[in-house]
């Protein structure tokens, strides 16, 4: 079983920054999938960016954050960070920290194919 704990969000102003971090349970963190997804309200959860085990040398990232977001991991500490810069209002959501077992990229930007889950942090961007 995986457990995975999101934090940093926040209020932030339009042109800010936060970065997001989420601690994973588990030995096996380092051949895991990483992803972070967000919903608004009245939103279907969306995809936001994603990074293969390991090295995590090829993130995935949403076109909307692209150039804004760098998702990164460090398997020494079992920890996957977003760091998230140029904030809009659009930006608001809340994050989730969801993971899959597997090196395999297929379907990255699919909520349906991560089984594990955390409990999502709170990003406002004022406008």
């Known amino acids: 079983q995986v457990q995975l704990v999101e934090s940093g969000g926040g209020l932030v102003q339009a042109g800010g920054s936060l970065r997001l971090s989420c601690a994973a349970s588990?030995?096996?963190?380092?051949?895991?999938?990483m992803g972070w997804f967000r919903q608004a309200p009245g939103k279907e959860r969306e995809f936001v960016a994603a990074?293969?085990?390991?090295?995590?040398?090829?993130?995935y990232l949403a076109d909307s954050v692209k150039g804004r977001f760098t998702i990164s991991r460090d398997n020494a500490k079992n920890t996957v960070s977003l760091q998230m810069n140029s904030l809009t209002p659009e930006d608001t959501a809340v994050y989730y920290c969801?993971?899959?077992?597997?090196?395999?990229?297929?379907?990255?930007?699919?909520?349906?194919?991560?089984?594990?889950w955390g409990q999502g942090t709170q990003v406002t961007v004022s406008s």
């Open positions: 990074i293969t085990a390991w090295s995590g040398l090829s993130p």
């Open positions: 969801a993971t899959r077992a597997g090196y395999n990229s297929t379907d990255s930007d699919s909520p349906s194919t991560y089984p594990y």
């Open positions: 588990g030995r096996t963190f380092s051949r895991n999938f």
